[in-house]
């Protein structure tokens, strides 16, 4: 199959309605979660996403069955028809880990390979084999894959060390149908964490303290059905309200949670852009004074969320003087910097600081993606960049952004998707 590229002629200066896709941090999770029962799961609002479909092949392979009708999926595992899931189906992004809690509270055991995804860092599962230990589990490493078994979930607190969204998600998932209480300390607050407790407790799991820091649940074997809307992609949303900042652009921004996105209103009012809440689901973004110099520090949520950080690390080149931002999630994030520099920016990196001077004239030119947001941040720098701009391996941004050019073409961007 041959490779796709992004083409982009600008300057453009951005105007117009987009309506905002279901969240994919959400959905995959979800979609992990229907193993959990044998009755049939519905799930509204689906982005069509490449990660959606890989998500979708797994759990194919392990018996359950997916009817799709438009953005809405139909789940139905009846029975679970193998507990393996191979290199081959999970080596596409890292959200594949998300079946082995559902597949332990389900049959008890699971084989799942160490899963791959973005290369932002080092984000290991090790704090989602220990929440599983301190339930009872066994944990084995083989050839690459994770072996885990676990016959009765035990009582136990298990404290992450870290913040981590798809180890929360994980733990509560192996818990759920457990008759154990499994405390949970330090978990991530995050809304796509928020959504899953709830559904769980649709299901039949009781959950104390959810949407806080400390959760307690215990499960319940008589798991059921759901039928759920995906929450708004806020990481989306976000991007296309920076690229109306970018391009002093006026655009009205449908299908939001305006709760889910203070952390970047907040950064984008200091910066001079001028946001309107319409209603809780709908934004105006208009950019027609200029734009002011912010510091940024990305934190778990409620803070400013590490997947808009390259984004608006494009919009800060475009500010009236000197920005920073600090990435503190993942050590190896800025590798969309050296793209941005080719094309003019005006960057400099000191461990994990980034210093913006502002005003750069961009100018367009061949950029090479490096993961999923990284390629969201070149095309908004190819919005506001002189000349054309192309950006390769977008394979990355068809992972999380759902048919991004047919978005942006109708609010005035001369952009393309080609063959290379």
Do not use: W
């Not at 084989?111 to 932002?120: E, F, N, T, Y």
């Not at 084999?129 to 009582?155: C, P, R, Y």
């Amino acid at each position: 199959m041959a490779l796709e590229s992004i083409l982009i002629d600008g300057p453009s200066r951005l105007q117009g309605d987009v309506h905002i896709s279901g969240a994919k941090n959400a959905a995959l999770p979800l979609m992990a979660l229907t193993l959990l029962t044998d009755q049939p799961c519905t799930l509204r609002h689906i982005p069509k996403l490449h990660d959606i479909v890989s998500m979708s092949s797994i759990l194919h392979s392990l018996g359950t069955q997916i009817h799709e009708d438009g953005s809405t999926l139909t789940l139905t595992t009846s029975a679970v028809d193998k507990t393996h899931a191979p290199y081959e189906d999970v080596r596409k992004m890292r959200a594949s880990v998300l079946v082995l809690g559902p597949l332990l509270a389900r049959t008890g055991k699971a084989r799942v390979a160490l899963p791959g995804g973005c290369a932002i860092g080092v984000r290991p599962i090790d704090l989602h084999l220990k929440a599983f230990e301190s339930m009872g589990a066994n944990i084995e490493i083989e050839d690459g894959d994770v072996v885990a078994t676990l016959d009765q979930v035990k009582a136990c607190t298990i404290v992450f060390d870290r913040v981590t969204v798809t180890g929360t998600i994980n733990a509560l998932m192996a818990a759920s149908r457990g008759n154990a209480p499994v405390k949970l300390t330090n978990c991530a607050t995050e809304p796509e964490v928020t959504q899953i407790a709830e559904i769980l407790v649709a299901m039949g799991a009781n959950i104390d303290g959810v949407g806080s820091n400390t959760m307690t649940i215990v499960g319940n074997k008589d798991i059921q059905g759901f039928d759920v809307t995906v929450i708004p992609d806020r990481i989306e949303a976000g991007t296309y309200m920076a690229a109306a900042a970018i391009t002093q652009g006026d655009m009205i921004l449908h299908h939001v949670c305006v709760e889910h996105l203070q952390s970047a209103i907040a950064k984008l009012q200091r910066m001079q852009v001028g946001v309107s809440i319409l209603d809780d689901q709908t934004i105006r973004v208009v950019a027609d004074q200029p734009l002011l110099p912010v510091d940024i520090q990305t934190a778990p949520y409620p803070g400013f969320p590490t997947d808009m950080q390259a984004q608006f690390v494009s919009l800060l080149t475009q500010v009236e003087g000197r920005s920073t931002v600090t990435e503190t999630i993942f050590e190896n994030r800025f590798m969309h910097v050296p793209e941005l520099v080719r094309m003019g920016a005006q960057i400099r990196i000191k461990n994990s600081m980034l210093s913006i001077s502002g005003r750069a004239p961009l100018k367009g030119a061949p950029v090479m993606a490096t993961d999923l947001r990284a390629s969201a941040s070149l095309i908004l720098a190819g919005l506001v960049a002189k000349g054309q701009t192309k950006v390769s391996r977008i394979y990355h941004l068809d992972r999380g952004y759902e048919k991004i050019e047919e978005k942006l073409a109708p609010l005035g961007a001369k952009i393309q998707r080609i063959k290379s």
